[in-house]
């Protein structure tokens, strides 16, 4: 099958080139590459975001990525993309009446947006995955959401247009439906993760004989990085190694690094609190794998790449339940469950497993097992195929929708 893949904002070559590639990038890459490996033939398209890019680049995974000019090629901000979309459909449109898709999957809603103009132009089959619905994230950012105010309505109609949406968690599918999209044509399927690369045997990062918390991601509030600062002062021998951000040299300049760093200063506890900077996926499973236990504590995380990297390295994950971490981090089996924004109950959490190296390391080899058997890329590619083959054969195929309501 031919699949057009639409990431506009999100390069699945940033994965392999960027230490601060994001989730959107490294699912896209992930997917690409494990449907390439089942015999699709599969095009990503990706606004050019710099100078001198290739118009098409053969990628590791054996799948192609096309440049479109669209808006300056240089990085442009979500809210200032919208008037260069145009111009993005109207490229698929004619790349796409010489190399015709059998079915096009866009990421993101942006994305959504081009795709469900070019692919209803062309009556092409559309599947989509939003990664992140502005319902719920204006929900929980509030006034720290940039998103449009318009992008709801503009969700809900990609959304009702498309022949298939891909939900990453339950949670995200009854938002979907709480939008309008009819529950027959929602697939749940999850994001996966490179069990090849993350893994259980192999090289560690040097470390003392201080017990270890890892945590890793964007330094954003939402991330709940200082829920796990503040929960150190009760677990004392503990040292907690926070991974993202800028490069090391420039933490100094990050205001959330800053924020970090006083409050562990506040709280007595700067000795043991260690920024990493940013850290290559390369490098990031020796890491985890130096971790006693994994602390994943956002209060806003639409699925969440992190816990599942952990469970694949053999790692047991103390997890805030929200989002997508509540399907992947079983309670009591690969990990445990913890409110968001409560450092009395991560104190709790990882004091059981800290304390107890027999459960931490059956947890660990739990979340091993159910990374390998529900997460893997390979797995994952087959149940989007799946949907792909759905939308091609055109089950449920929706009417076209003309406004938003």
Not at 65 to 75: C, K, L, T
Not at 224 to 235: E, H, K, Q, S, Y
Not at 341 to 360: C, E, F, G, I, Q
Not at 362 to 374: Q, S
Request: glycine share 10%.
């Amino acid at each position: 099958m031919r699949v057009a893949m639409v990431s506009g904002q999100a390069s699945p070559l940033a994965a392999f080139g960027k230490v601060d590639a994001g989730g959107r990038n490294v699912h896209v890459a992930g997917l690409s590459a494990a449907l390439s490996s089942l015999g699709h033939e599969v095009v990503v398209y990706t606004r050019r975001d710099a100078g001198g890019l290739p118009g098409e680049v053969a990628a590791p995974g054996g799948y192609r990525v096309v440049h479109v000019d669209a808006g300056p090629a240089r990085a442009v901000g979500e809210d200032e993309l919208p008037p260069y979309m145009g111009d993005f459909a109207v490229v698929l449109r004619r790349l796409w009446r010489d190399w015709r898709p059998d079915v096009v999957h866009a990421h993101h809603w942006m994305s959504g947006l081009v795709a469900t103009s070019a692919a209803h132009h062309l009556s092409i089959p559309l599947v989509q995955t939003f990664h992140e619905l502005a319902t719920i994230s204006k929900r929980h950012l509030k006034a720290a959401d940039a998103g449009p105010d318009e992008r709801i309505m503009l969700e809900r109609v990609i959304g009702r247009r498309a022949d298939r949406v891909v939900a990453s968690c339950t949670d995200e599918a009854f938002e979907l439906v709480q939008l309008g999209v009819p529950r027959q044509r929602i697939s749940v399927v999850p994001s996966g993760v490179d069990v090849d690369l993350f893994t259980v045997d192999g090289p560690v990062c040097r470390r003392g004989r201080a017990r270890r918390i890892v945590a890793v991601g964007k330094l954003a509030p939402r991330k709940g990085f200082d829920t796990i600062v503040a929960a150190l002062p009760a677990l004392p021998e503990t040292e907690l190694v926070i991974a993202g951000g800028p490069a090391a040299n420039r933490l100094k300049l990050d205001p959330q690094a800053r924020a970090l760093l006083r409050l562990a200063e506040d709280l007595g506890v700067a000795d043991r609190v260690r920024l990493r900077g940013s850290v290559s996926r390369a490098d990031m499973p020796r890491l985890l794998r130096s971790a006693d236990v994994v602390a994943c504590m956002p209060w806003y995380e639409p699925f969440g790449i992190v816990p599942l990297e952990a469970m694949a390295c053999g790692r047991p994950v103390v997890a805030s339940a929200v989002g997508g971490q509540v399907d992947t981090v079983v309670d009591g089996v690969t990990g445990l469950h913890v409110p968001p924004r409560s450092p009395r109950a991560l104190v709790d959490a990882l004091r059981r497993l800290l304390d107890d190296v027999v459960t931490r390391t059956a947890y660990g080899m739990a979340g091993r097992d159910r990374a390998v058997a529900r997460y893997s890329w390979d797995r994952v590619a087959q149940q989007i195929a799946g949907v792909h083959k759905r939308a091609v054969n055109g089950q449920h195929r929706p009417r076209l929708v003309r406004g938003g309501s």
